[in-house]
Structure formats: structure tokens, C-alpha cells
């Protein structure tokens, strides 16, 4: 499979029986920067469109089934080439766009792949505490106010 040159990032999310929201956050290892969390995050592949690949990437990181209904985000980034995937594009590709998603998981038990070391599930708060990346801060704001505050200003 061709690594194509975009990243996406998922956040899960649920309700819980007092109606507010949580999202779950995960703990990636990495050689190069230690370990740190984020939300489900990986690149394309092929000819994938970002909902493809975002699909794709929550059921390899997390279990989350075909069927889940996703939200595509306003929120996008670009990040490094070289971060994502070194030089693979050549050297005058030195970032790539990130598509941020909200994935609704309720009901559904997530199940690490070896790409975490756990998860949490956690209030916007606590989530917006623990992300390394702004990239991640700033699609989680946008993902809790559609959910929690948008319907409430209309």
C-alpha cells in the first residue's frame, strides 16, 4: 500500500447518563518523542479519501466499528512530511493537511493495538490537559462545542 500524503485524527466520543460528553484519548508510544497523548491519528493510504482512512485508522487503533457514525471537523492542520512519513513524497513536500473527526462510539468498547499503552475516557477538560499537539487541542474544542454547546446557543 502507497502512504498517501495526508494524516487524519479521530476523537471517540460518547454520552454519559448525566448527559455530558467524554472523549477518549490515547497513549501513543513513540521512539522519538517518548510517548505522549492524542486522539486517534494516522495517514492514508492509496487512493483512501480522509473518512475512508479515518475509518480504517479507528478500527485498527481502536476496534470502533465500520458502521460508527463519524463527523468530519472544520478543524485542519498541516504537520510535517517528515514527522508523518519522512521524505516519501521528496523534498519539496514538507507538509502534509490533517482531517480531524469526531467518531461517536457509544456503546462500543475500544481496543488498543500495540500502538497505544492505554486509554482513557475523559471530560473535555482533562482531554484538552493531556494532548501534546495543538492540532489536537483545537479539533477537540471545535468537536465538544458541536456537541455540547452549539445546540444550546440555537
Keep these: 500500500m502507497a502512504r498517501a500524503?495526508?494524516?487524519v485524527l479521530v476523537f471517540p466520543y460518547r454520552l454519559?447518563?448525566?448527559g455530558s460528553c467524554e472523549y477518549a484519548i490515547f497513549f501513543r508510544r513513540s521512539p522519538r518523542y517518548g510517548g505522549f497523548w492524542q486522539g486517534i491519528a494516522?495517514?492514508?493510504?492509496?487512493?483512501?479519501?480522509p473518512l475512508q482512512a479515518a475509518k480504517r485508522e479507528s478500527w485498527e487503533e481502536g476496534k470502533l466499528s465500520p458502521e460508527t457514525p463519524f463527523l468530519q471537523l472544520d478543524s485542519t492542520a498541516t504537520i510535517p512530511a517528515l514527522q508523518a512519513a519522512g521524505m516519501l513524497w521528496g523534498p519539496d513536500v514538507l507538509v502534509i493537511p490533517e482531517?480531524?473527526?469526531?467518531?461517536?462510539?457509544?456503546?462500543?468498547?475500544?481496543?488498543?493495538?500495540?500502538e497505544h499503552l492505554?486509554?482513557?475516557?475523559?471530560d473535555y477538560e482533562t482531554a484538552q490537559s493531556l494532548l501534546k499537539f495543538d492540532s489536537n487541542r483545537n479539533a477537540l474544542w471545535e468537536l465538544d462545542y458541536r456537541l455540547t454547546r452549539?445546540?444550546?446557543e440555537i
Design 42 to 49: 494516522g495517514g492514508g493510504e492509496d487512493e483512501e479519501t
Design 118 to 122: 492505554e486509554f482513557r475516557w475523559v
Design 99 to 114: 482531517y480531524a473527526f469526531g467518531a461517536d462510539a457509544q456503546g462500543q468498547e475500544i481496543v488498543l493495538s500495540s
Design 150 to 152: 452549539e445546540s444550546k
Design 5 to 7: 500524503p495526508f494524516q
Design 16 to 18: 454519559t447518563p448525566a
